[in-house]
């Protein structure tokens, strides 16, 4: 799912559309939100396969040595409108024996460049800011989310209406952050 910019933000779906040949040739788009539509991105004449390119995102992404009780787990290769035609992201997880997944990078191919990082945004050099810390995983995220909640609640039975608002505000700030949220998967 992807997040498109608009006055009324709502996620999207997008899935990539074969041809015979098994070349990209369209995106299907559909939003929700309260105007939901379903909208045909077509690409221009494609030479590349989809098995190829998968296997550029995974040339980049095996070139590091996962840690010991740790093994890569590459998710599922997804497609995304950009400016003048399409990219494709995977997301490498580091999954670890002894704790939670963790996203270890994602790598991108827009148009003949491939990239990775840590985040979406530091792989096509986007990174929030010098404060960006990387990816959080979903027990983190869960367990950030839920301490706010509470400093929320508590702010309210003080009457503390400053406490409330800083709760509030970095609450905000938390679910605004475009970090990859993605649940892990499944190995096999």
């Not at 006055?7 to 015979?20: E, G, N």
């Not at 840690?67 to 950009?82: H, S």
């Not at 367990?143 to 400053?162: F, K, Q």
């Not at 800083?166 to 990859?180: H, M, Q, T």
């Amino acid at each position: 799912r992807i997040v498109l910019p608009a006055s009324d933000p709502a996620a999207a779906w997008v899935q990539p559309v074969l041809d015979t040949g098994d070349r990209v040739t369209g995106l299907v788009i559909a939003t929700g939100g309260a105007s939901r539509i379903t909208l045909w991105l077509p690409l221009p004449q494609s030479t590349s396969r989809w098995q190829q390119i998968a296997d550029r995102l995974q040339g980049q992404a095996d070139t590091t040595t996962p840690p010991r009780d740790t093994r890569w787990v590459r998710g599922a290769v997804r497609a995304f409108p950009v400016a003048g035609g399409i990219a494709f992201a995977q997301t490498t997880y580091a999954w670890r024996t002894t704790a939670p997944p963790t996203i270890a990078r994602v790598t991108v191919l827009a148009g003949d460049s491939v990239m990775a990082g840590p985040t979406l945004g530091h792989a096509v050099g986007a990174a929030l800011g010098p404060n960006d810390a990387g990816p959080i995983n979903t027990l983190d995220f869960r367990a950030r989310v839920e301490s706010l909640h509470t400093a929320m609640r508590a702010a309210i039975r003080r009457g503390d209406w400053a406490a409330f608002g800083d709760a509030f505000d970095a609450l905000g700030a938390l679910l605004e952050a475009p970090l990859p949220l993605v649940p892990p998967p499944v190995p096999r």
